[in-house]
């Protein structure tokens, strides 16, 4: 069994994706941990989920905590969506272990958190969004390309471009998960999310249609 830990810091919206994802996909694969450094719904969401979680005091120059919590889980992958930039030293215990989601196509609109990068693509009117998952090195949004996913965007008449991003972004993130721990099992080029063709590269390295009672699951009822 491969084993996943999350660092994070906020509502845990990839967190939620990922977990109903591989209960949907029956993979060999579980989440450990969750460890957060502060107060968030994430760590709510591991409380409801029976997942191991711990908040923790994180800064550059105070990493015992999370090194400890780490090799404790002996995770063979960790996501960081935490709002903190992971030191040197850290990255190093897990070489090639730490990977990202960006909602951006970096390196474009890199050091945003969250859907700030939407609002950035919009002031600049970008004609094609999507999102990036990335290994993490000590510089911000720097480490090298997982993969990626992209869709054409019209700012005056898509109303779902939220949406829409976090979707085919969470889905990314899977791919990137699946890639790194040698799952794959078949390919994606293409998948249709609010009337979007939403094209992947390279190819997601799984088949699977998230419909519309999955979504909502992950966006409504993290107790279910």
Request: aromatic fraction near 10%; hydrophobic fraction near 40%; charge should be positive.
């Amino acid at each position: 069994m491969s084993r996943i830990v999350f660092l994070v810091s906020g509502s845990g919206g990839s967190l939620k994706f990922v977990y109903y994802a591989l209960e949907k996909m029956c993979l060999d694969v579980k989440i450990v941990g969750i460890i957060s450094d502060r107060d968030c719904q994430a760590i709510e969401f591991g409380k409801n989920k029976n997942i191991y979680f711990k908040k923790i005091k994180y800064q550059k120059l105070n990493v015992v905590e999370l090194q400890f919590e780490l090799k404790k889980l002996n995770p063979d992958l960790i996501i960081t969506n935490i709002h903190k930039v992971i030191d040197k030293e850290t990255l190093n215990l897990f070489p090639n272990k730490f990977i990202n989601l960006h909602y951006s196509l970096l390196p474009a609109f890199s050091g945003l958190i969250g859907m700030e990068t939407l609002i950035k693509a919009k002031e600049q009117n970008v004609g094609f969004i999507g999102g990036t998952c990335h290994l993490v090195n000590e510089k911000v949004d720097c480490g090298k390309i997982i993969c990626q996913a992209c869709f054409s965007i019209n700012w005056q008449t898509d109303l779902n471009s939220i949406d829409t991003l976090f979707k085919c972004s969470s889905i990314t993130l899977l791919g990137g998960i699946i890639k790194m721990l040698k799952l794959e099992s078949s390919q994606t080029l293409c998948l249709n999310i609010n009337n979007k063709k939403i094209y992947f590269s390279p190819q997601l390295p799984f088949k699977m249609n998230f419909e519309k009672d999955f979504w909502e699951k992950v966006k409504n009822n993290p107790k279910s």
